[in-house]
């Protein structure tokens, strides 16, 4: 009778989560590498942002980064447009960094950042001292429950390893309601996961590769990816060579979650975390837009495998290493990238700057810098610290009045836009390409 009652109550609770769980927000969490990104992910719709300042993140070196001048701007235009800030503080600390990271830990909760991500338990520790919120990154590889127990003394939102199936994952999200494990702030502990962009051959991310050939160490922020390069098999006796099965065998594909996200929410992951910090502002407008667009329709049934094409389709034209699925649905081994560098399909070809904007008749003026060519008809990016991204086919060129066939170097032209942009923006033709795959 005792176990009847309480299997009753379990079901009950299950059913009062998953009553809950359907009203419950799913976060998309973007990278911001520059205020070009940073504007392109509000554009796209972005709930939360990510962003280094300094030395002490995970992207120091191998990536675009902030400096702590940087920092309250950055959160006034984010919190302005209702967008969490998340500052990654998720090296190593040795001694002797300790007070430059108590001051940034500072300046963070000084100018409202939303909560900092972090790993090193001397940055944990001092946040939480100071009631600045954490969330532990995935440098941690939780990937038990027991982990999960601990963390949450300190943290109110936890990143699982990227090596955990979806499985496993439910499992932990199961854990958190049935023994109601609350972070600081009182409210049942939050699991996020990895969504999109670039995963590493190593375990979460604890690689000796660039450390050992050129002392950059990518537990200190300068990874130098050597991995993604192609690699000869020699043999020292008869100098014969070899390229490894032809493929780039210790750089995986990026990691695409789009087609099964729908399992992911259901695992009951609240937070859904885009790599790329180190990308260009497009990338981050066009993967954190399929993403919020596909959490949309999961919650409004049109969720469906017509949407998920269009949505590859356009995430394809971004940076890319190729897609697969990660470990989530069981895999065992990567999916190795075929050749070096990405395989968009399609290109930004620079060619200028814009040098004004008349507002009232809705026309830029621009610079060719570069010995391209632009036409009518052509698609063209515009990208700019307030601008964002603009993208459009352009209808007409002028050269002085005159509509002109084509424009060239050295040419000042103007064309009309549909929204503003802005001086000093990057202009961009974009091409196809036709041997992407």
């Not at 939303?114 to 001092?126: P, Q």
Request: charge should be neutral.
């Amino acid at each position: 009778m005792l176990l009847n009652i309480k299997k009753i109550i379990k079901n009950i609770k299950t059913r009062l989560y998953e009553t809950k769980e359907s009203e419950m927000k799913i976060e998309i969490m973007s990278p911001v590498g520059s205020y070009e990104s940073l504007t392109a992910a509000i554009q796209a719709g972005a709930d939360a942002v990510y962003f280094g300042i300094g030395n002490l993140n995970m992207r120091s070196r191998s990536a675009a980064n902030f400096g702590l001048e940087d920092l309250e701007r950055i959160c006034s235009i984010a919190h302005q447009h209702g967008v969490r800030t998340y500052l990654t503080v998720n090296t190593i600390i040795y001694n002797h960094e300790i007070d430059e990271m108590h001051q940034l830990v500072d300046a963070a909760k000084r100018v409202g950042v939303s909560a900092i991500i972090a790993s090193d338990l001397a940055v944990i520790t001092y946040a939480r001292s100071i009631g600045v919120e954490v969330h532990i990154s995935t440098q941690c590889n939780i990937s038990n429950t027991e982990a999960v127990r601990f963390y949450a003394q300190f943290a109110d939102v936890m990143v699982t390893a990227r090596e955990l199936p979806l499985r496993q994952v439910a499992e932990i999200t199961q854990f958190i309601r049935d023994n109601d494990i609350r972070g600081p702030k009182g409210e049942l502990v939050q699991i996020e996961v990895f969504a999109h962009g670039a995963l590493c051959m190593s375990v979460s991310g604890k690689c000796y590769l660039s450390l050992d050939n050129y002392n950059y160490s990518a537990n200190r922020g300068a990874c130098l990816q050597l991995c993604r390069r192609e690699y000869l098999v020699k043999d020292l006796e008869s100098d014969i060579e070899l390229v490894v099965d032809n493929k780039y065998i210790m750089s995986p594909k990026d990691l695409c979650t789009i087609d099964f996200l729908d399992k992911i929410v259901k695992a009951g992951v609240r937070v859904l975390k885009i790599e790329g910090r180190g990308r260009s502002a497009d990338y981050v407008k066009t993967v954190t837009e399929c993403y919020k667009e596909a959490v949309q329709a999961i919650a409004d049934g049109s969720y469906s495998l017509e949407r998920i094409a269009d949505w590859k389709r356009r995430l394809a034209t971004v940076f890319n290493r190729g897609f697969w699925d990660g470990y989530y649905l069981g895999r065992k081994m990567g999916e190795w990238t075929e050749r070096y560098g990405s395989q968009a399909t399609e290109n930004k070809v620079y060619l200028g700057l814009v040098k004004n904007y008349f507002n009232r008749i809705g026309v830029a003026e621009a610079q060719m810098q570069t010995a391209e060519m632009l036409h009518p008809g052509d698609e063209v990016m515009i990208i700019g610290e307030t601008t964002g991204v603009y993208r459009a086919a352009v209808d007409e060129l002028r050269l002085e009045r005159d509509p002109v066939p084509e424009v060239k170097q050295g040419d000042r032209f103007s064309f009309a836009t549909s929204r503003p942009v802005h001086r000093g923006d990057k202009l961009y033709r974009i091409d196809k390409v036709e041997d992407c795959f």
